[in-house]
Structures are given as structure tokens and as C-alpha cells.
Nanobody, 124 residues
Framework: QVQLVESGGGLVQAGGSLRLSCAASGRSIGSYTGAWFRQAPGKEREFVAAIRWSGGSTYYADFVTGRFTTSRDNAKNTVYLQMNSLKPEDTAIYYC????WGLGYRFPRQYHYWGQGTQVTVSS
């Protein structure tokens, strides 16, 4: 069993930056793909970014490419999401997830473990 805990959310002005962390406990997530999703009020949960354990390849939603970067530190059992040039439309609860790699990496059903979420609010 894996427990995921996000941190680093908060309130920031448009154009600002935040760094989210997702710390895993219970067992190592070194063999899993780590991913970030977000959910705004009244909207479905959507894919933001993913990073593979094998090779460290990263994948991003079109709306964050060039602004967000995901990384991982397997020694610390932690995945990160660096968010730059934030926009008001980035406001959402951000969730980290872990699961096996697959072509469905953009879909929540691919992931076995989820954190509780952290609120990100971007003011205009």
C-alpha cells in the first residue's frame, strides 16, 4: 500500500510560481509512473503531467507545456511539479497519483494510488 501526500499549494498572483511536492510512504514508488491531475470546480479531473520511472520520460498536457515541469527523486520517494507563469485558469485542486506505466497514462483509471489534493489559487 502507498500513501501519497501533496504539499506546496497556495495563493499566488498571475505570472507567479509554485512548486508542488508529492511524498510517498508505505512502500517505494520507484517502479511506478508518477502523475499530476487537477480538478476545478464543476469540471472533470484532467491530466497535467506524468513522469516514468524507467528512463524518466515526461509527458505534459498541451495547456502546461513550457510552463510546468515534473521531476522525481526516487531516493526521497517524492515527485515534484514546478509551476511557472501561472494563470488564473490554473486554479484547481491538484492531485498526485502513482501507478503502472501504460498508454492510458492521461486517464485517472490508470493510477492505483492518489493523494488528498492541494489547492492552487491564482489571482488575476
Amino acid at each position: 500500500q502507498v500513501q501519497l501526500v501533496e504539499s506546496g499549494g497556495g495563493l499566488v498572483q498571475a505570472g507567479g510560481s509554485l512548486r508542488l511536492s508529492c511524498a510517498a510512504s508505505g512502500r517505494s514508488i520507484g517502479s511506478y509512473t508518477g502523475a499530476w491531475f487537477r480538478q476545478a470546480p464543476g469540471k472533470e479531473r484532467e491530466f497535467v503531467a506524468a513522469i516514468r520511472w524507467s528512463g524518466g520520460s515526461t509527458y505534459y498536457a498541451d495547456f502546461v507545456t513550457g510552463r510546468f515541469t515534473t521531476s522525481r527523486d526516487n531516493a526521497k520517494n517524492t515527485v515534484y511539479l514546478q509551476m511557472n507563469s501561472l494563470k488564473p485558469e490554473d486554479t484547481a485542486i491538484y492531485y498526485c497519483a502513482a501507478g503502472p506505466w501504460g498508454l492510458g497514462y492521461r486517464f485517472p483509471r490508470q493510477y492505483h494510488y492518489w493523494g488528498q489534493g492541494t489547492q492552487v489559487t491564482v489571482s488575476s
